[in-house]
């Protein structure tokens, strides 16, 4: 079946202005996070969600990163008035419903480039 | 969140040796134990999960030591196409994300 999908895979942006990325899981998969990978690090957590329910936004830089799941299906992490330090692969993961101590392998999309010029 | 660390490499090794990587964590709380191959430019893909028994996948073997909090992978004879990097993974206290390491680059010659 189809896997993770997220649009756009590049964008590039100046500095101020509000970016939205779009993360479509796999089918079925009731959580969905969100992770930032800087160049030559492994990626680093912001954001989960369980159906629709934001779970844990503790890895969310500041406040001008937010993520929403409205129909617990498709997400989009927002990041307004960019900034250059924001330049990085977003990616996004899927899982079957994930709780309790133990974590269900989490299948990634391809990511999206963010450029902030 | 705590850490997890891994040698960066790169480990360069001819077809056919064998490889080990490892890898420390600190988090005593975490639960559920990975290793992630990412390819250039690609995106993570689980290799295998890690499990306190120890397990083996083909050419493979991942071993777990949770009182010395450690974690390996085992890789018997390297073929060019193994070439990618390693990445340690394990969940953080809350069970919910998962931590990674800087992950370990490898690199097969023929």
């Known amino acids: 079946g189809a896997g993770v999908s997220q649009s756009p895979r590049y964008k590039v942006t100046k500095r101020g202005q509000d970016v939205a990325l779009r993360c479509d899981p796999i089918?079925?998969?009731?959580?969905l996070y969100w992770y930032r990978q800087a160049l030559g690090q492994g990626p680093e957590f912001l954001t989960y969600f369980n159906y629709e329910a934001q779970q844990d936004k503790s890895g969310l830089p500041n406040d001008r990163f937010s993520a929403e799941r409205p129909e617990g299906s498709i997400s989009t992490l927002t990041i307004q008035r960019t900034e250059q330090r924001d330049s990085a692969m977003y990616r996004c993961?899927?899982?079957?419903?994930?709780?309790?101590?133990?974590?269900?392998?989490?299948?990634f999309g391809p990511g999206t480039r963010l450029t902030v010029l | 969140r705590k850490e997890v660390e891994q040698d960066p490499g790169p480990f360069n090794v001819p077809e056919g040796a064998t490889v080990a990587f490892n890898c420390t964590y600190s988090?005593?709380?975490?639960?559920?134990f990975f290793w992630y191959r990412q390819d250039c430019r690609k995106e993570p893909k689980l290799l295998m999960s890690?499990?306190?028994s120890g397990n083996e996948d083909g050419r493979f073997t991942a071993q777990l030591n949770r009182a010395s909090q450690y974690i390996s992978l085992l890789i018997r004879d390297s073929k060019l196409s193994d070439s990618a990097t390693y990445l340690c993974?394990?969940?953080?206290?809350?069970?919910?994300?998962?931590?990674f390491g800087k992950g370990t680059t490898l690199s097969v010659s023929s």
């Open positions: 993974v394990v969940n953080d206290q809350a069970g919910t994300a998962l931590i």
């Open positions: 993961a899927s899982s079957t419903l994930t709780s309790g101590e133990y974590t269900d392998t989490q299948y």
């Open positions: 089918s079925g998969h009731v959580s």
């Open positions: 890690v499990y306190s």
């Open positions: 988090n005593s709380a975490s639960q559920s």
